[in-house]
């Protein structure tokens, strides 16, 4: 019989903490294997209120992200803008225990939360960002939805047949996500604006007893606006590529108009170029590659877990997404290479659509 998750954990958290004790943190670290190794780090949200018990996969407290940024300055890791990353980790000539900060989506809570703690470190960042609700300024829409039914999880039952639901949804921790699911379905079936969307979550608000102005005005779930993006771009947060929409088209002409608006509106509210691109909720095809060439990208981000070298495709960058049930020492394990050793293979995370 299998071992159980929670028994695997445990095992390996004695395991690690073994290998600390014993020095071989210290040893890999400083290894010639570790400096021929990028360890690019991906974040999403930083919580501003409980985003993070919501989707522990997604969203991180601001508590959490301090530690793991205080390991990094303490064990002197050497934190380069990423341009600068991929450029010296292909000229081979990367400094001891490289690592780059990336953000995706371009959340609000990035200005509020993670910028202040990454510039009291002097840590550059990349910020991956999606444009429409750059522009629109109104929660997404997917994510508050499921967001506000996971707030009213105690209401037991409601009626969402308003929303195309069932009279008697269930909101209990296996039904949740299927009644937002089925909001969302409903919406897209409708063929709603955007703004038809919002007003579809301000009455789910209603419905679920939620004050939908506060988490507006909390700017919960939503993407930073044209001026803050301006604003941190002059203070050295740099601004790259994830589609306009957040998504992938398997047609190339649709997959290259994301891209393209996606460049437009960073180019124009940066004035700095947009030559780096991360994946949607990491998803990738092979047909994509020859299409980002066509667009003139230098790098493209996974969510595959690992580390950049040299012989890795630059279209198909590796990283690590780092979440709130990462625990310190798993972390520390990853960011000096304990972890990479003891991986057997190399595989896709499951991980939730951001």
Known sequence: MPASPTLRRSVRQVVLTTLKRAGFFDLVR??????QRLLILCYHGIALDDENQWRPALYMSAEQLERRLYLLQKERYTVLPLSEALERLYRRDLPPRSVAITFDDGAYDFARQAYPRLKERGFP???YLTSYYAE?????????CSYMIWKARHHGTVDLREFGGPQAAALGPATRQNAADQIVEWAARQNMSGEQKNQVAARLATCLGIDYEALQAARILQIMNRQEVKELTEAGVDFQLHTHRHRTPSDEGLFRQEIRENRAWISNATAAPANHFCYPSGVYRTEFLPWLS???????????TGFATAECNPLLLPRLVDTTGRTDLEFESWICGVSQILSRKRSRPAYPVD
Request: with cysteine; proline share 3%.
């Open 136 to 144: 629109a300024q109104r929660p997404v829409f997917n994510l508050i």
């Open 294 to 304: 066509a667009e003139k990208v230098i790098s493209a981000t996974t969510c595959d």
């Open 125 to 127: 960042a990349t910020v």
């Open 30 to 35: 400083n290894s010639r294997w570790r400096q």
